[in-house]
């Protein structure tokens, strides 16, 4: 898919459906979930931003967000829980490679709703919106080492695990272990 396709689908970015989420652009009216994840340093300890100092922190950052969506190069969808109306976290494409019609994905969840399958699905419906609408031939996620938990998560949606690069990414001052799982169109069809 070209980069202008892209940019055109996400400046009205599509909300996508699943039996217990939704997945919809991020709104300022977000802040008080977002606020609730971001805060905690666990939850931004295997990710590359610290987190947010405090709620005005997070109704700038989801304003800033809006003027993306906009533009069409944020990739990026909140996760509500039907059940509550909460939004969970985020779930989405962190970046497109336009010439191998490849993306990478990214994630993150609320603590308070791990355990449920929801990450799981959440990225699912990722992956299936990038080989059924984006006609994606390659979709990868990079997870720094540590991170277990994010690594089997990547397998139970059918990703491969494709091996680590030593020290590759510095992240809040330290370098680290990045580790890379892909799934390709074909076996994500199966």
């Given at each position: 898919?070209k980069?202008?396709?892209?940019?055109q689908?996400?400046?009205?970015i599509?909300?996508?459906?699943?039996?217990r989420?939704?997945?919809?652009g991020m709104?300022?009216?977000?802040a008080e979930?977002m606020?609730?994840?971001?805060?905690?340093?666990?939850?931004?300890?295997?990710?590359?931003?610290?987190?947010?100092?405090?709620i005005?922190?997070?109704?700038?950052?989801?304003?800033?967000?809006?003027?993306?969506y906009r533009t069409g190069?944020?990739?990026?969808?909140?996760?509500?829980c039907?059940?509550d109306?909460?939004?969970?976290?985020?779930?989405?494409?962190?970046?497109f490679?336009?010439?191998?019609?490849?993306?990478?994905i990214?994630?993150?969840?609320?603590?308070e709703y791990?355990g449920r399958?929801l990450?799981?699905?959440?990225?699912?419906?990722?992956?299936?919106?990038?080989?059924?609408?984006?006609?994606?031939?390659?979709?990868?996620?990079?997870?720094m080492k540590?991170?277990?938990?994010?690594?089997?998560l990547m397998?139970?949606?059918?990703m491969?695990?494709?091996?680590?690069?030593?020290?590759?990414?510095?992240?809040?001052?330290?370098?680290?272990?990045?580790?890379r799982?892909?799934i390709?169109?074909?076996e994500?069809?199966?």
């Amino acid at each position: 898919m070209k980069k202008s396709a892209i940019y055109q689908l996400f400046s009205h970015i599509p909300t996508l459906e699943t039996e217990r989420l939704t997945l919809r652009g991020m709104r300022v009216s977000d802040a008080e979930d977002m606020y609730a994840y971001a805060q905690h340093e666990p939850v931004t300890r295997y990710l590359t931003w610290t987190p947010h100092p405090n709620i005005k922190h997070t109704k700038e950052y989801l304003t800033y967000i809006g003027q993306r969506y906009r533009t069409g190069d944020f990739f990026d969808w909140a996760v509500i829980c039907k059940e509550d109306g909460r939004m969970i976290g985020t779930c989405g494409f962190t970046s497109f490679d336009f010439v191998s019609d490849s993306a990478e994905i990214g994630y993150v969840l609320n603590p308070e709703y791990h355990g449920r399958g929801l990450a799981t699905e959440a990225v699912r419906e990722v992956l299936r919106f990038g080989f059924e609408d984006l006609s994606l031939h390659r979709i990868e996620a990079k997870f720094m080492k540590e991170n277990t938990r994010s690594q089997m998560l990547m397998e139970r949606v059918g990703m491969q695990f494709e091996g680590y690069a030593r020290e590759a990414m510095k992240v809040k001052g330290q370098y680290r272990t990045i580790g890379r799982y892909g799934i390709l169109r074909h076996e994500w069809i199966k």
